[in-house]
């Protein structure tokens, strides 16, 4: 691939460190941020940027998706755990449920091109698809939060990239460094829908990987079944295990007590909810498990900096 852009994509590149809080949108969890849309997407559906060391094992993951994809070098990711490794001319696609890292990045030996896209532009381009396929559905739409099955990944692997892929790639990129005009960003959304669709012709079985093993994934979706109720001790008899033991081996499988996990999944659902139904805020804290208004309240604004009904009125 022609380099000549990379000098000027450097200055693309959002800064996480440099951005002040008031500008960038973004939710703090306990050991990753979520980077959101709003910062990266203002006229295109798609941003381009270059890997920079600064972001060396910073956990985090999108509320959009993104292709990593190595120019030079190789690349080490950490992806819900999971090690994956990256040559020259490889490309890893990963959607919102992936939390992950670059680790021990140098960029005198290594360049990565990370190409940010859209929810939009997935839906347009996926809905014109005349072939479809649970892989891809269930990769690029994850119903429910928080339930995933073996068939629900968060990244895919290509080992390659045809000459077509690459040439488009090209020009995305060109495109996107020219100054903004109208017939700039017509040709953007162009070349992207193109892009997008030369990718998802390129999908293959074997490019899905698993992010859990089978004994985590009961667990887990054993926890989003019956999130609004359930108590330490009746999770670990259900898997016949001592609660002590199964608070630990928690911890050790996912870096999270179970208090954390089940807040994490009462206020995912809580939030599916408010996007997606018209039960009322008091309807969806009972149905989420809390009693007491205030707190839900208290910590819903706490991860998303709004109040449930700022957040309906945003996102329904």
Excluded at 200 to 208: A, D, L, V
Aim: hydrophobic share 40%; aromatic share 14%.
């Amino acid at each position: 691939m022609n380099l000549a852009f990379e000098p000027a994509l450097l200055t693309k590149t959002i800064e996480f460190e440099d951005v002040p809080h008031e500008s960038m949108h973004f939710i703090k969890n306990n050991h990753s941020i979520t980077l959101l849309e709003d910062d990266f997407f203002k006229s295109n559906t798609i941003f381009c940027s270059l890997h920079q060391s600064k972001w060396n094992n910073k956990v985090h993951n999108h509320d959009f998706f993104e292709l990593v994809y190595v120019l030079r070098g190789t690349a080490e990711m950490f992806i819900n755990g999971i090690s994956v490794q990256l040559y020259n001319g490889e490309a890893c696609l990963l959607n919102p449920s992936a939390f992950h890292s670059v680790n021990n990045f140098d960029d005198t030996d290594t360049l990565l091109l990370n190409i940010c896209i859209s929810k939009k532009l997935i839906s347009l381009t996926y809905s014109q698809l005349l072939i479809k396929s649970n892989h891809l559905e269930n990769f690029f739409f994850i119903k429910k939060p928080g339930k995933l099955t073996f068939e629900q990944v968060p990244y895919i692997v290509f080992h390659h990239l045809d000459n077509e892929l690459i040439q488009i790639v090209e020009l995305l990129v060109q495109e996107f460094l020219l100054p903004d005009t109208l017939l700039n960003r017509v040709l953007i959304n162009q070349l992207s829908a193109i892009f997008l669709s030369l990718i998802i012709r390129q999908f293959r079985p074997n490019n899905f990987k698993i992010q859990v093993n089978k004994k985590d994934l009961l667990i887990m979706n054993y926890m989003t079944e019956n999130f609004s109720h359930i108590s330490l001790k009746e999770l670990a008899d259900h898997f016949h295990y001592h609660p002590k033991y199964f608070s630990q081996y928690l911890i050790k499988s996912t870096g999270k007590t179970f208090s954390q996990i089940l807040k994490e999944l009462k206020l995912e659902n809580a939030v599916f909810m408010l996007e997606n139904s018209d039960e009322t805020i008091e309807e969806i804290i009972s149905l989420c498990g809390y009693n007491n208004k205030s707190y839900f309240y208290k910590i819903f604004f706490d991860k998303f900096n709004m109040s449930p009904g700022e957040y309906r009125k945003k996102y329904h």
